[in-house]
């Protein structure tokens, strides 16, 4: 369906604040929306995820010629901060064709990350190398390995294609079009003195002071905008959330804004994603950057920055490694420490792009964001691929898929920060991957036509999941006996998708049991499956599911998945869960629930406070809030539901918290007087679907 807007929707304007030394005439309407009448380029419908037209004009505005044929890269620039801690940063201008630098003001894109800026300018180097680069950008787009033992690799690779590479670190096209960007080491990273906060307080006021220096410097016209992939979309929100009234616009790729229920403590466990990234953090702060090290040498930086590094060595591990040994520390609990983190969505009011995953490390906040902007659709943007961390990007620009994501960050910026009447605020506003389905482009998320819908798990055989530890079945009405289905923790969760989404997608190189298959971990699974749905059926929106749950020591683990069953019985997950059973108190004011009273997002306490006991061997109800999705089940597909006792290393336990469980035995009490079921929200696909067994398979257990 194609969803047009509505031309008689009034213009609702808003009063930005103005940008100190510049005239009010010189400025953008970034701060308004756009006029339906007003003329632009482009007659782009809503509902078109390539973006039409324009979508093609987007393009070839950064592939065809540019304004500036070189630009100029300044490796060595100090910035001093408030209190006195000295941040490193590369700026990058425009230049003509003799290398000079271009003099006429521009606006600054700034990318603020702690990956080290040698990090970012070897990956500059391969590919603007003169024949390496465009080697590796042409493979990267010709090779298709999809349905091979290669899929994986080259579904990674996919991303330089996609243009993700050039959001995240040096993106010379926009700079010769028109921009001066800024690429600043965070605090106490790469070549930046002071500690490491990990996004706190003093880092987020880094991020506003930079921001207020780019646009002082002659080579910027006082416009601003903010970019960043992961940790840089992050502080990219956090510094849109104080409103410094220089910026114009955020363009986010898989940022976060609620750090403890997407990753770091997930239903109370905390996720083997943690060390390893604090790991690869603390390792490359130690590396000097080479562009500049003799010069620190010789001017006495590097003794400095020895200095701080000595100071905070390991940012953040021992206390994580305490946490984890012994649970006292807070920071393995929704704690202070993460509220004063998490970026104020609301707050924002500059016109803001997002990119998620479905799969990714924030996949709650992939449509949490959109959601909690209080901005008008079309100042906000929501694109949102079937994908991982580290291939978002992939299959971007191909015939049915939106444009890549450097081209959709230029025009961005070109709109919100130049004035361009391109059409980028029609796009959307809702662009998803539709599991199971294509690329969709749409006015809402949940997508419209979807209602509250609830599935039961019973004891009932479904004959479709043989290899689990139990085959039962979705039904929409409760079973009627009463059964304990017995389930122990195992190690398939090491090839999952689980797995892939812990590892950020690295693992996808190994297999279809890491991204498309989940066959193998079900055969540790209680699975309940639904019957056959006889035409497509769309969900969309978040999921909860209710169990009655009992274990024999004073702690228990349960993950779940929600899964897409196709024909051939391979298993696809669509999105995940767990809890512990000791956080199961719900938070009711910011869960979310149906018009008639039905939870359908749970969201839970995960504070020490707030843990509750657990009695040996008595049922207790549990709600394990599922991530948002959007999917289709094609004619002949079923739902399915997984339920485990574990799922390592996607979901960790502390030690002690290992010891009350060791030794346990968990089990799923199937009660009609306390019934386990799955809700979400769908259209009346599953309500029609054919419930009645096959002759051939009424005999068959």
């Known amino acids: 369906m194609t969803y047009q807007l509505d031309p008689k929707s009034p213009v609702v304007p808003r009063t930005g604040p103005a940008t100190s030394g510049r005239s009010a005439a010189a400025q953008p309407d970034r701060g308004r929306a756009t006029p339906r009448s007003a003329p632009r380029f482009g007659t ?42 000295t941040l490193r940063a590369t700026v990058i201008r425009p230049a003509n064709r003799f290398g000079q630098t271009v003099l006429t003001p521009y606006p600054a894109i700034v990318n603020i990350n702690p990956y080290n800026r040698a990090t970012v300018d070897l990956v500059d180097n391969l590919t603007h190398a003169p024949v390496l680069g465009r080697a590796l950008r042409v493979a990267s787009t010709s090779l298709d390995a999809t349905d091979t033992a290669l899929g994986g690799l080259t579904r990674l690779t996919g991303t330089l294609a996609g243009g993700i590479l050039d959001v995240f670190g040096i993106n010379r096209t926009l700079v ?37 220096w780019a646009a002082e410097q002659d080579w910027c016209d006082g416009r601003v905008g903010l970019a960043g992939w992961s940790y840089s979309a992050i502080n990219s929100l956090q510094a849109a959330d104080k409103r410094p009234p220089e910026l114009g616009a955020v363009f986010a790729v898989e940022g976060c804004d609620d750090i403890v229920r997407d990753i770091y403590i997930t239903g109370g466990m905390p996720s083997a994603f943690i060390p390893m990234w604090l790991s690869v953090v603390n390792v490359l702060k130690w590396v000097p950057n080479p562009s500049t090290w003799i010069r620190d040498a010789l001017r006495g930086d590097t003794l400095a920055w020895l200095r701080d590094r000595v100071a905070s060595p390991a940012t953040e591990i021992p206390s994580l490694l305490w946490g984890f040994l012994t649970a006292r520390d807070d920071r393995i609990f929704d704690d202070p420490y993460f509220d004063e983190r998490d970026p104020q969505v609301g707050r924002i009011e500059v016109p803001t792009f997002t990119v998620g995953g479905w799969h990714d490390l924030f996949g709650g906040s992939a449509t949490g964001i959109y959601e909690r ?20 990007g992939t299959g971007h620009g191909s015939s049915s898929a939106p444009p890549r994501l450097d081209v959709l960050e230029r025009a961005w910026f070109d709109r919100w920060l130049k004035g361009q009447r391109n059409g980028i605020d029609f796009y959307g506003p809702v662009t998803m991957m539709q599991q199971g389905g294509s690329w969709t482009s749409g006015p809402s998320f949940p997508r419209p036509g979807v209602r509250p819908q609830r599935l039961y798990l019973t004891d009932d055989a479904s004959d479709t999941a043989e290899h689990s530890v139990h085959d039962g079945s979705l039904s929409p009405v409760p079973g009627q006996g009463l059964s304990s289905l017995h389930v122990r923790p195992d190690l398939r969760g090491l090839a999952s998708r689980d ?20 066959r193998f971990q079900e055969r540790g699974a209680l699975s309940f499956t639904s019957a056959p749905v006889t035409a497509a059926t769309h969900l969309s929106g978040a999921l909860n599911l209710r169990l009655n749950v009992a274990t024999t020591a004073h702690e228990a683990i349960w993950a779940v998945t929600v899964n897409d069953v196709a024909p051939d019985g391979s298993s696809a997950v669509l999105t995940n869960g767990a809890l512990s059973a000791t956080n199961r108190a719900l938070d009711r004011s910011r869960s979310s629930f149906t018009d008639d009273g039905t939870l359908v997002g749970a969201y839970h306490h995960l504070s020490r406070k707030r843990k509750l006991p657990v009695p040996a061997d008595e049922p207790v109800r549990i709600d394990i809030g599922l991530v948002p999705t959007d999917a289709v089940l094609e004619p002949g597909h079923r739902l399915r539901v997984d339920v485990y006792a574990a799922s390592f ?53």
């Open 649 to 701: 290393p996607r979901y960790l336990t502390v030690v002690p918290d290992l010891l009350k469980a060791r030794g346990r035995r968990q089990r799923l009490v199937l009660d009609p007087a306390h019934p386990s079921y799955l809700t979400f929200l769908a259209d009346d696909g599953l309500a029609r679907a054919d419930h009645r067994k096959p002759e051939s398979e009424s005999t068959t257990r």
């Open 499 to 518: 797995m892939t989404q812990v590892t950020a997608g690295a693992s996808m190189v190994f297999g279809n049991s890491f991204t498309t298959d989940a």
């Open 373 to 392: 902007l209080e901005l008008e659709p079309g100042r906000k943007q929501m694109l949102i691929g079937d994908g991982y961390h580290f291939d978002v």
């Open 44 to 85: 782009l419908p809503l509902g078109d995820p390539t973006g039409g037209a324009d979508g093609i004009r987007w393009r070839e505005s950064v592939d065809g010629a540019q304004i500036y044929p070189r630009v100029v890269i300044d490796r060595d620039v100090k910035l001093t901060m408030s209190d006195g801690a």
């Open 176 to 212: 010769r079009s028109g921009y001066v960007q800024v690429i600043v080491d965070v605090r106490g990273t790469g070549a930046s003195g002071g500690k490491w906060q990990i996004l706190g307080a003093r880092e987020q006021q880094d991020s506003v002071e930079v921001i207020s």
